[in-house]
């Protein structure tokens, strides 16, 4: 355990008290980062594992060991998420990667082709604008052909819950196209 954080601490988070996790937080916050950061190379990404490590711990929290070592379960869990975020942006870049290989293959003039890179730039903002809750609900789900339960079980939300950002993903992802009046390709692509 944290030489700071102590058992009474522990029982106190494990109770729900606000105060026993803003000073868990306090005290190994940083050291989250840093382990973040040590994968991810991106102070963005790696402030958002931290956040989502510590609304782990918030939501867990009645399952905790009072007796246990907090930091060893940040650590799991901060590396686990690093490790996740790490395979998902290398998965999303190859099948981006093979979508446009397969795309290229069909495009014959140089209008195709300048049509095909502004539709891969508008598609990568449309998906990049998104809640990072949902830009990763929606690359494991169309990029890496997870289905709600798994993709539920990898970031210990409920199905539903994955339902429901993948519906409010698509909304947005089809407004913002239809827009540009490339709905079509989009369903073509990612149906």
Known sequence: MHEDIGSDDMQRLIMGDQAAFEKIYDLCSEKLFRLAFRFLKDVEQSEEIVQETFIN?????????????????????????????????????????NLLANFRETVNTT?????????????????????????????????????????????????????????????TIKSRLSDCGLLCLFFFFFK
């Open 57 to 97: 711990l918030w939501v867990n929290r009645e399952k905790l060991d009072s007796e246990g070592n907090v930091w060893l379960y940040l650590y799991v869990i901060g590396k686990r998420l690093s490790l996740n975020e790490l395979r998902n942006i290398t998965q999303s870049k190859i099948h981006t990667e």
């Open 111 to 171: 209008e195709e082709s300048v049509f095909a890179n502004e539709f891969e730039l508008l598609t990568k903002k449309v998906i990049g604008d998104l809640p990072k809750q949902q830009q990763i609900i929606f690359r494991l789900s169309r990029f890496e052909g997870f289905s709600h339960r798994e993709i539920a079980d990898q970031l210990n939300i409920s199905p539903n819950t994955v339902k429901n950002h993948m519906g409010t993903a698509l909304k």
